[in-house]
């Protein structure tokens, strides 16, 4: 039983354009959502989090949104650029000494 | 970069084996955790560590035991290495508070023959 799912295994797209990555997660306990971007041979990078009393969070290139009502979460790149294309991972948890649950991740490839 | 080390960073063994991997931080964190990822899985805690000698399971916690007599370095065992153990394994560190992100080490390539 999947609580955080992303149902996009890949995705491509042309370098300057925008990249939107999407999440679904079930359980309405998560209050903070987090993604990572993971190289291969590397570990994964934390990027940007948001908790749920937001609905968005923007740093730089990257902004993250946050639909409570429909339990999805969505990760903007704009532009994209060729060093972003990587394996992105949604999370999420609860509140308190609860565990970070991840998605499968999405693999981005950005094409110059 | 976090200041997380990971030993062995690759190994090879055979069933049946005793392995134990290391992370060790030099981030004061409270927090330390311990995951698997294998294709089609994602990340997949296996136990993690809220303090000194303070233990608790993850979801795929079978076959293996952790120990953290300090606090800079956590220890993860498999006591009798089994085919299905052959993974990637990520240690990742937090500060204390509910909304903080885990940073990550570089991982460990465990291959079981």
């Known amino acids: 039983d999947q609580q955080v799912k992303q149902n996009s295994p890949s995705l491509s797209v042309q370098e300057g354009r925008i990249s939107i990555l999407n999440c679904d997660y079930t359980n309405s306990m998560f209050d903070y959502f987090l993604w990572y971007k993971k190289y291969p041979a590397e570990g994964p990078t934390f990027l940007i989090s948001i908790s749920s009393i937001k609905d968005k969070n923007e740093d730089g290139r990257f902004t993250v949104f946050l639909n409570k009502s429909a339990k999805h979460l969505s990760l903007h790149i704009v532009p994209s650029q060729p060093g972003d294309s990587a394996v992105y991972f949604c999370?999420?948890?609860?509140?308190?000494?609860?565990?970070?649950?991840f998605g499968k991740g999405t693999r981005l490839s950005v094409i110059a | 970069d976090a200041g997380i080390t990971q030993s062995p960073r690759h190994k090879v063994t055979e069933t049946g084996t005793p392995v134990t991997l290391r992370c060790h931080q030099t981030?004061?964190?409270?927090?330390m955790y311990w995951y698997r990822q294998d294709p089609g899985h994602g990340l997949r805690l296996i136990h993690y560590?809220?303090?000194?000698?303070?233990?608790d399971k993850g979801e795929v916690s079978d076959g293996y035991s952790v120990s953290r007599s300090k606090t800079e370095d956590f220890l993860l065992t498999l006591e009798s290495a089994t085919s299905s153990q052959t993974s990637v394994y990520f240690c990742?560190?937090?500060?204390?508070?509910?909304?903080?992100?885990?940073?990550f080490g570089d991982g460990t390539r465990l291959s079981i023959l």
């Open positions: 981030e004061n964190h409270r927090y």
């Open positions: 999370a999420a948890k609860g509140s308190g000494n609860t565990p970070l649950v």
């Open positions: 990742a560190i937090s500060e204390s508070g509910s909304h903080q992100p885990q940073h």
């Open positions: 560590s809220y303090g000194v000698k303070d233990t």
